[in-house]
């Protein structure tokens, strides 16, 4: 009969796992896998003392490998904006970018770094989608709708008054 050995794995390697697990999926910001890692220490049974230890030792080895890198990320996510298809205002962005824990500069390097007609074609290609959705309305109803879908989107009232505009014009 074959006896295993009993392997008992230490809380610095299982929260480790569980935190480069969570990095696998897609690149995050400092504060979100210091919240993450935060969420798994409270889970464990140790004192505060303890969980500072094996939090700070477990930060650093990101750092150390390279895993928390808030200037990489601004650089791949910069570039994945203009290819992307999912249709932001600026407004959205700069607060979904506030949110994962860009400071203040990295979000305004992002946000100028896009064209400057980012925010008219999103707002226009968003629009053009309700309108082909409207169809046999009146014209002031359809105004109405698409100036409200564009606002609660995020856009700004400039931004919104030029597509309503244009777009209904044409037709």
């Known amino acids: 009969m074959v006896q295993y050995k009993e392997y008992k794995i230490s809380v610095y390697e299982k929260i480790l796992t569980k935190i480069l697990n969570f990095i696998s999926y897609k690149l995050r910001t400092e504060k979100e896998i210091t919240s993450r890692l935060d969420y798994y220490l409270r889970k464990e049974e140790k004192s505060s003392e303890e ?9 650093n080895q990101l750092k ?3 895993y928390i890198n808030d200037l990489k990320l601004v650089d791949v996510y910069k570039d994945s904006i203009s290819s992307s298809n999912k249709r932001r ?3 959205v962005l700069r607060k979904t970018l506030e949110n994962k824990g860009l400071g203040e500069g990295e979000v305004s390097k992002i946000i100028n770094s896009l064209p ?39 856009y700004s009232p400039d931004t919104v008054r030029f597509v309503v505009d244009s777009i209904l014009t044409l037709q």
Do not use: F, W
């Open 51 to 59: 969980k500072n230890i094996i939090r700070e030792k477990i930060l």
């Open 64 to 66: 150390t490998d390279g």
């Open 89 to 91: 205002s600026v407004r």
């Open 116 to 154: 400057e007609d980012y925010e008219k074609t999103r707002a226009i290609i968003d629009a053009k989608r309700k309108l082909n959705k409207l169809s046999n309305i009146p014209i002031y109803i359809k105004r109405s709708k698409i100036t409200s879908y564009l606002y609660s989107k995020g």
